[in-house]
C-alpha cells in the first residue's frame, strides 16, 4: 500500500481524500497541533486507508524556542534556567546534564555530597516522569482520568520535595558547575526518606489497577512493535530501547556520579511493543527506588559545592567537551564548544524526546488511528525538548 | 451600601440582606444569568508548553479545579468559553492559536497563563517567540509566573469569575457580540517574508505614539 506523495502536504485542509492506485480512496487527516493526545504542539499528517496508517508525517516546530541560540548569547550559568525547560518534567536530569558537560570543558571536581544528592534528585525524577507518562498512556487508551489522577497525586509528593529544596516545583533550576545549589537539611532528608518508604506501597497499588488489565493489555499487547536493530540504527535511547532487549543504559555503560557504588538491575523487555514499553516503566520504578534507599542511607557528609568552582566571570578555556546521563526518556546530552569566552560558542542538546520520535511512522504503519495515539504516548515525548 | 441600579431599582444592598434573611432572595436576571455562567466556564483543552502541565495539575485532585466548575475541558473549540493560552506562543503556532479562538462561540474569555503568553518571558529575544498573545487576541486575565502554580490559575479563574458576573448583557457597555457590529473575529496572521503578518491586530495593540524628539538648535 503506498500513498501517492502528495503536491502540497501541509497546505492547512484537514481532511481530504487523497487519489491513489487502490480502489478506494485514501484519506488524510491532520492530527495537531491541537489535539489531546498529542502532548503538546505536535502534528502528525497521516494517510489512511479506511481505519489503517499508511503513511504518517510528523510536522514538528510548533514550539521551537530558540534554546541554543539563546544559550550562545548568554553565560554558561545563565543558560542554566533554561534548561530547565526544556523537558520541563525533568528539569533535575535536565540540570545535571548540563552541568556535568561544563565541569568536563572546564574541569571542575563535584564533591561526593553533592554527586549523591544530584543521584538521589535524578531518580526522583524518574519517579516522577514514568510515574506521569503511565498516567498519560493510560489517557491516551481511553482510561480518562482516574490512573492520571493517581499519578498526579505522588507527583505533587515529589514536587513538594523539590519546591523545600530549590523553591521551584518544575522549574528547579538546582545543580551548579562543581555542586549543587543548596545543602538539603536533615529534615528534607526525612521527608525524602518517607516519601521512598511510601511509593513502593503506591506502585503496588497503582499495578493491582493496571497491569494485568484486560484492555490495557489488549490494547498495548503487540501495538507498535519496535525491533532491536531499527532502535539501534535510529539512535533511540532510554526505556524505549531496553524494551526491544537492548542492554545499554548509561548508568551502567558510562558508570558517571557515583552510580557504580549502587547495586540495581537494568529491566529488559523482549518484544518492543507498547506494553513492554510501559511495563519497563513500572520495573524501572521499582530500582529507582532501591538506588534512593541506598543513596538516602550512604549519604556522606561534607560540602555540597566544589570551593574553587568559579561562578562569576566563569570562562573555560577553549575546547569542547560532550556531557551526557541517562536521563528518564533517555541520552539527554549537552556539546558545548568554547572559544575562551563568558558564551559558549556552540551549545547543542542531544535531546532524548525528538531522536526517540524518529521512528514514530515505523511503529504506525499498518495500525489504526486509535493506536497511533498511544503509540506515541508510549514514546513519551516532551515538545519543549523536542522542537527546543 | 450601594445607590440603587438599573438592574435593581430602588433597592439597596442592605435592603435586599434585610429580605435574603427571611428567605426572599430578590435579583435581575443579568445577575441570575452572570452568577450562572460564571461558575460553569469550560476551558479548552489546549496546552501549549510548561504551563500546560500545571493547568493539568490544577485539574487534578490536590488543586481540583472542579471546586470551580471549571473541571470540563472540552477539546473542541465549539463547546469551550475559555482558552488559556498556557505557554509559548511561537511564530508558527500563533495562528493557530487565533484559528481557535475565532472559532470559540461568544461569550468567550482568555487567560495568558504564565511569562511566556504575557510577554514571551524568558525567550522573548528569540526570533522565533511571540512577544505576548495580546497582540493578536483579546486577553482577560494575566496571569505571571514561570510557571504559575496551579493556585495561581485558580486565582486567575476567580477574577475571571468575577468579571462575568460584573458584566452588562444589555445597553452601552455590553460586551463585544451583543454589540451591533457583529463580526469581532481576530486577523490570522500568516507567516511573510521576514515575519508573520500582520504583526499585531492593529484593534488590539495600537501603534506607540511617535517620540517627539526636541530639535537642537
Redesign the interface.
Known amino acids: 500500500m503506498n500513498a501517492t506523495p502528495l503536491a502540497n502536504p501541509s497546505s492547512g485542509a484537514h481532511v481530504r481524500s487523497v487519489p491513489g492506485d487502490l480502489p478506494g480512496d485514501l484519506m488524510e487527516v491532520s492530527m495537531g497541533p491541537h489535539h489531546p493526545s498529542t502532548h503538546g504542539v505536535f502534528r502528525m499528517i497521516v494517510t489512511l486507508d479506511g481505519e489503517t496508517i499508511v503513511r504518517l508525517k510528523p510536522v514538528f516546530g510548533y514550539l521551537h524556542r530558540n534554546h541554543e541560540k539563546l544559550a550562545e548569547n548568554t553565560s554558561y550559568l545563565g543558560s542554566m534556567p533554561y534548561t530547565d525547560r526544556l523537558d520541563y518534567l525533568n528539569s533535575m536530569t535536565n540540570n545535571w546534564a548540563y552541568a556535568r558537560a561544563v565541569e568536563q570543558l572546564a574541569g571542575i571536581a563535584v564533591p561526593e555530597r553533592a554527586e549523591y544528592v544530584r543521584v538521589i534528585l535524578a531518580e526522583l525524577t524518574r519517579l516522577l516522569n514514568h510515574t506521569c507518562l503511565a498516567g498519560f498512556l493510560m489517557q491516551d487508551c481511553g482510561c480518562s482520568g482516574t490512573p492520571l489522577m493517581y499519578a498526579f497525586r505522588e507527583r505533587e509528593k515529589i514536587l513538594d520535595l523539590f519546591e523545600s529544596l530549590s523553591g521551584s516545583r518544575m522549574m528547579c533550576n538546582y545543580q551548579r558547575f562543581g555542586g549543587c545549589r543548596v545543602d538539603p537539611s536533615a529534615a528534607w532528608l526525612a521527608a525524602a526518606q518517607q516519601l521512598v518508604d511510601g511509593y513502593g506501597p503506591f506502585l503496588d497499588e497503582f499495578e493491582a489497577l493496571l497491569t494485568g488489565n484486560e484492555i490495557l493489555l489488549a490494547r498495548t499487547q503487540g501495538v507498535g512493535r519496535l525491533s532491536a536493530a531499527l532502535a539501534i540504527n535510529a539512535g533511540v535511547t532510554g526505556p524505549m530501547l531496553r524494551a526491544t532487549g537492548v542492554n545499554y543504559d548509561l548508568r551502567k555503560v558510562d558508570g558517571y556520579g557515583v552510580y557504580p557504588r549502587f547495586q540495581f538491575r537494568i529491566p529488559l523487555g523482549e518484544h518492543g511493543d507498547v506494553y513492554d514499553r510501559y511495563m519497563i516503566r513500572i520495573l524501572e520504578m521499582r530500582e529507582s527506588l532501591a538506588i534512593l534507599r541506598q543513596a538516602l542511607a550512604g549519604l556522606p557528609a561534607g560540602p555540597i559545592m566544589n570551593p574553587a568552582a568559579k561562578l562569576r566571570g566563569f570562562r573555560p578555556k577553549a575546547g569542547e567537551a560532550y556531557g551526557r546521563i541517562e536521563g528518564p526518556k533517555g541520552e539527554i546530552g549537552f556539546h558545548l564548544v568554547s572559544d575562551g569566552g563568558p558564551n559558549p560558542w556552540r551549545y547543542h542538546v542531544r535531546a532524548p524526546s525528538f531522536i526517540n520520535l524518529t521512528i514514530l511512522e515505523d511503529l504506525c504503519l499498518g495500525h489504526t488511528v486509535a493506536d497511533a495515539v498511544i503509540i506515541l504516548g508510549s514514546i513519551d515525548i516532551v515538545l519543549g525538548e523536542v522542537d527546543r | 451600601m450601594s445607590d440603587p441600579t438599573p438592574t435593581n431599582p430602588g433597592i439597596t444592598d442592605a435592603e435586599r440582606d434585610e429580605l435574603r434573611r427571611h428567605g426572599i432572595l430578590l435579583t435581575g436576571l443579568e445577575e441570575l444569568y452572570n452568577w450562572g455562567r460564571s461558575h460553569s466556564v469550560w476551558p479548552l ?6 504551563c ?3 493547568m ?2 490544577a485539574s ?3 488543586f481540583d479545579i472542579a471546586r470551580f466548575g471549571s473541571e470540563v475541558f472540552r ?1 473542541s ?1 465549539r463547546q469551550a468559553d475559555l482558552l488559556i493560552v498556557s ?2 506562543v ?1 511564530k ?2 500563533a495562528p ?1 492559536v487565533v484559528r ?1 479562538w475565532n472559532q470559540m462561540p461568544e461569550p468567550k474569555y482568555c487567560i495568558a497563563m504564565g511569562a511566556c503568553a504575557i510577554s514571551g518571558g ?2 522573548k ?5 511571540l512577544k505576548g498573545i495580546d497582540r493578536f487576541i483579546p486577553v482577560d486575565i494575566y496571569i505571571p509566573g ?2 504559575p ?1 496551579p493556585e495561581a490559575l485558580l486565582h486567575g479563574l476567580v477574577q475571571l469569575q468575577e468579571k462575568i458576573r460584573n458584566q452588562a448583557i444589555a445597553g452601552p457597555d455590553a460586551p463585544r457580540h451583543l454589540q451591533a457590529e457583529g463580526n469581532c473575529d481576530c486577523p490570522i496572521p500568516e507567516c511573510g517574508a521576514h515575519d508573520i503578518e500582520p504583526a499585531q491586530n492593529d484593534a488590539l495593540w495600537p501603534k506607540p505614539p511617535e517620540l517627539v524628539r526636541p530639535t537642537k538648535t
Request: hydrophobic content about 40%; overall charge positive.
Open positions: 483543552n489546549f496546552g501549549l508548553a510548561c500546560a502541565i500545571e493539568i495539575a487534578m485532585a490536590k477539546p473549540p505557554g509559548t511561537t508558527k503556532m493557530q481557535l524568558p525567550f529575544q528569540g526570533y522565533n517567540v514561570c510557571p502554580r
